[in-house]
């Protein structure tokens, strides 16, 4: 970003899952866009033109919080610390009187929202807060998937199988499915050296390898 804005990556909560996240995920995703603001660098009073809070995200982190502030319920809404009390029942107010949020500007029009708080809103559903105490969502498809690949339907119907691959800090594992979800084959792997000292990410690269010369081929 240009002239006295400065552009700063929000904390994450883990940064083994979240160095993953950030490589994979967002891969697609232009530079500028790659790294999503800090809303605490930003002037509560200022006012910006057009679409300026939309291009502060990617197409794809503005779709995720605009299924958020669509369809959350009230109760939904609550779990993220920013939009207790009457945040979230200006969201409800505003989405039943104007119907659905089209864009991320249009979060402005909300009463109680300034160019600082929703920016700070979309980060806090992007990367909610966790604690001693989770909260838990009655229906997780809010933020289950952040980026939906393009494949043809075509490609969908032809497929008989698929492997799903989960990464995570102690364990590395694939499973082998068919259209009924019957499992043909699975592994796992224990990354015990993730857990000692620093972490490294050739390392991690080289746990990931091991099992991924396992994967049956297509």
């Given at each position: 970003?240009?002239?006295?804005?400065?552009?700063?990556?929000?904390?994450?909560?883990?940064?083994?899952?979240?160095?993953?996240?950030?490589?994979?995920?967002?891969?697609?995703?232009?530079?500028?866009?790659?790294?999503?603001?800090?809303?605490?660098?930003y002037d509560e009073n200022t006012k910006e033109p057009g679409n300026a809070l939309d291009k502060l995200f990617s197409s794809e982190q503005q779709a995720s919080i605009l299924h958020v502030l669509n369809t959350a319920s009230n109760k939904e809404l609550e779990a993220f610390r920013l939009l207790r009390?009457?945040?979230?029942?200006?969201?409800?107010?505003?989405?039943?009187?104007?119907?659905?949020?089209?864009?991320?500007?249009?979060?402005?029009?909300?009463?109680?929202?300034?160019?600082?708080?929703?920016?700070?809103?979309?980060?806090?559903?992007?990367?909610?807060?966790?604690?001693?105490?989770?909260?838990?969502?009655?229906?997780?498809?809010?933020?289950?998937?952040?980026?939906?690949?393009?494949?043809?339907?075509?490609?969908?119907?032809?497929?008989?199988?698929?492997?799903?691959?989960?990464?995570?800090?102690?364990?590395?594992?694939?499973?082998?499915?068919?259209?009924?979800?019957?499992?043909?084959?699975?592994?796992?792997?224990?990354?015990?050296?993730?857990?000692?000292?620093?972490?490294?990410?050739?390392?991690?690269?080289?746990?990931?390898?091991?099992?991924?010369?396992?994967?049956?081929?297509?």
């Amino acid at each position: 970003m240009r002239g006295r804005w400065r552009c700063f990556p929000v904390p994450l909560r883990s940064s083994l899952f979240q160095a993953l996240h950030s490589s994979c995920c967002w891969k697609k995703s232009s530079a500028p866009k790659k790294i999503t603001p800090n809303a605490a660098f930003y002037d509560e009073n200022t006012k910006e033109p057009g679409n300026a809070l939309d291009k502060l995200f990617s197409s794809e982190q503005q779709a995720s919080i605009l299924h958020v502030l669509n369809t959350a319920s009230n109760k939904e809404l609550e779990a993220f610390r920013l939009l207790r009390g009457r945040k979230s029942v200006n969201i409800i107010e505003h989405r039943e009187k104007f119907g659905p949020f089209q864009n991320l500007e249009s979060l402005m029009n909300v009463p109680l929202f300034q160019y600082k708080t929703a920016i700070q809103v979309c980060n806090s559903i992007l990367c909610p807060e966790t604690g001693g105490k989770k909260r838990k969502f009655q229906d997780n498809r809010l933020l289950r998937k952040l980026i939906k690949p393009e494949i043809e339907r075509e490609r969908f119907k032809a497929v008989n199988s698929i492997i799903s691959i989960v990464f995570g800090t102690r364990r590395v594992a694939w499973a082998h499915v068919d259209r009924k979800l019957a499992v043909l084959d699975w592994q796992q792997n224990e990354c015990h050296q993730l857990m000692k000292g620093t972490y490294i990410s050739s390392v991690y690269l080289q746990e990931v390898k091991q099992l991924y010369l396992q994967i049956p081929p297509r």
